[in-house]
């Protein structure tokens, strides 16, 4: 397929589903060093992250546990830049290791709130891995520990990360294609 059409806009390919998966596996890998001997919390931010949460999870080499936590801040293609938080933790994580398992950092103002709320909960470490970062756009001090891919600032979808809705189940990343 050579782009793809979703709310009237046209997408390419950006990013193919053999190289989501090989930093996927890169990514696990690194978490599963570090979290050797101990068994991290990874929270999945819902609805974007579940498929990278889920691939993460599945490659870990040492146990762990997962849980799920649903923030909203994009309507359509853009961040409305107020963050609701649709569904919350429940776990108790204080003297947990953590591992915030995101889609994508881009103005960062979401992860922030989500790491100031986690903190107050007081986890014995916390860290961040994100599929898609947009340092270009970061308007926060947010650095993530664990990245997939830096892109530069422009729409994407699939793999988890939609537009209203869809387009979360294409394996691959697609980018709006400007020359229509």
Same mark, same amino acid.
């Given at each position: =397929?050579?782009?793809?059409?979703?709310?009237?806009?046209? $997408?390419?390919?950006?990013?193919?589903?053999?190289?989501?998966?090989?930093?996927?596996?890169?990514?696990?890998?690194?978490?599963?060093?570090?979290?050797?001997?101990?068994?991290?919390?990874?929270?999945?931010?819902?609805?974007?992250? $579940?498929? $990278?949460?889920?691939?993460?999870?599945?490659?870990?080499?040492?146990?762990?546990? @997962?849980?799920?936590?649903?923030?909203?801040?994009?309507?359509?293609?853009?961040?409305?830049?107020?963050?609701? &938080?649709?569904?919350?933790?429940?776990?108790?994580? &204080?003297?947990?290791?953590?591992?915030?398992?995101?889609?994508?950092?881009?103005?960062?103002?979401? =992860?922030?709130?989500?790491?100031?709320?986690?903190?107050?909960?007081?986890?014995?470490?916390?860290?961040?891995?994100?599929?898609?970062?947009?340092?270009?756009?970061?308007?926060?001090?947010?650095?993530?520990?664990?990245?997939? $891919?830096? @892109?530069?600032?422009?729409?994407?979808?699939?793999?988890?990360?939609?537009?209203?809705?869809?387009?979360?189940?294409?394996?691959?990343?697609?980018?709006?294609?400007?020359?229509?």
């Amino acid at each position: =397929m050579t782009q793809v059409v979703y709310n009237g806009l046209r $997408f390419k390919p950006f990013i193919s589903a053999a190289d989501i998966d090989r930093r996927v596996k890169e990514i696990a890998s690194e978490i599963s060093r570090e979290y050797e001997g101990k068994v991290p919390l990874l929270i999945c931010v819902l609805n974007g992250a $579940f498929p $990278f949460a889920s691939d993460v999870f599945r490659s870990l080499s040492i146990d762990a546990e @997962i849980t799920f936590i649903r923030l909203k801040s994009y309507s359509g293609t853009s961040s409305t830049g107020a963050v609701r &938080e649709i569904a919350g933790l429940s776990e108790d994580i &204080e003297g947990r290791d953590v591992v915030v398992i995101e889609d994508i950092i881009d103005t960062g103002k979401t =992860m922030a709130r989500l790491l100031d709320d986690l903190r107050s909960r007081r986890p014995a470490s916390l860290k961040v891995a994100t599929l898609l970062h947009k340092p270009e756009v970061c308007t926060s001090d947010i650095v993530p520990d664990y990245v997939g $891919f830096s @892109i530069p600032p422009a729409f994407i979808i699939g793999y988890g990360l939609d537009i209203d809705g869809l387009a979360r189940n294409l394996n691959d990343i697609w980018v709006v294609d400007d020359n229509r």
